[in-house]
């Protein structure tokens, strides 16, 4: 037998995947750590000590691990898709400190396990171009241009809550595209238009709307499709609860305002 030959193939292959790794772009995806202090990884020991030398230093499809702690800034992300994971809603906390918002990125952003708040001028994720945002298990409490600004962006949220955000268009969420679930909107403000969100089309199933208000739209503006199952709305204080596009009542829907006449609960 030609055990050269036999162990060619295996040969031949175990290069090919050698050269594959080392093709420009072809990296693993990396974990990064930020947090007090500095050290070899880890949350015990955070390789940097703010988000923005972490984005800096990432490479696009990483994940920057935010450890607990309470972290300020605008962090600007520009040709990277990030995702960003926190230890929960009330140990990562991000601040605009009021004077600016958080996240600025051209290109897809995930956001987890943290809350973001306090952020003015621009919205606490805001999106140029159409590049997709996801917040899972997110807490956006306080800011002042908005929660989730992506109006010509695809947005998916789960199980998040959205609190006291103001803005002119969508306080909580502006979206082209919109998936909600499992989350909470209460008493945000937009000066104008969809109090809670303002978007092209929607699909929200399992969430609760309480006091968001707006001149139109209380709930939602929206221009397209939307289908809203299973949840509640409620104290908006206007005679406009939703305004817009073509509305489907997925059933399982309860409203307390007439405005939201159109449900069947």
Request: overall charge negative; glycine content about 14%.
């Amino acid at each position: 037998m030609n055990h050269l030959r036999m162990y060619r193939p295996f040969a031949i292959a175990a290069v090919g995947i050698l050269l594959v790794a080392l093709l420009p772009g072809s990296a693993l995806a990396a974990t990064i750590y930020v947090g007090p202090g500095g050290g070899a990884g880890g949350c015990l020991e955070p390789t940097y000590t703010t988000i923005g030398d972490a984005v800096t230093a990432a490479g696009s499809t990483d994940t920057i691990h935010v450890c607990a702690g309470n972290y300020t800034g605008l962090v600007t992300i520009t040709g990277k898709d990030l995702t960003f994971v926190g230890d929960g809603v009330n140990s990562t906390i991000i601040s605009g400190e009021s004077s600016n918002g958080l996240f600025a990125t051209d290109s897809a952003i995930t956001v987890t396990d943290m809350t973001l708040q306090d952020g003015a001028a621009t919205a606490a994720i805001s999106v140029s171009g159409s590049a997709a945002v996801v917040a899972m298990r997110v807490v956006f409490t306080t800011n002042q241009g908005g929660a989730i600004a992506a109006p010509t962006s695809p947005v998916s949220v789960n199980d998040s809550t959205f609190d006291s955000n103001l803005a002119t268009n969508g306080a909580a969420i502006a979206a082209a595209t919109l998936t909600v679930s499992n989350s909470t909107f209460v008493n945000n403000v937009a000066s104008v238009s969809g109090g809670a969100i303002f978007a092209a089309n929607a699909t929200i199933l399992n969430s609760t709307f309480s006091g968001n208000s707006a001149t139109s739209g209380a709930v939602i503006r929206a221009s397209g499709a939307v289908t809203i199952s299973n949840s509640i709305l409620a104290g908006t204080g206007t005679t406009n609860c939703a305004g817009g596009g073509a509305f489907t009542d997925g059933e399982g829907n309860l409203s307390t305002d007439i405005s939201c006449g159109f449900f069947s609960g």
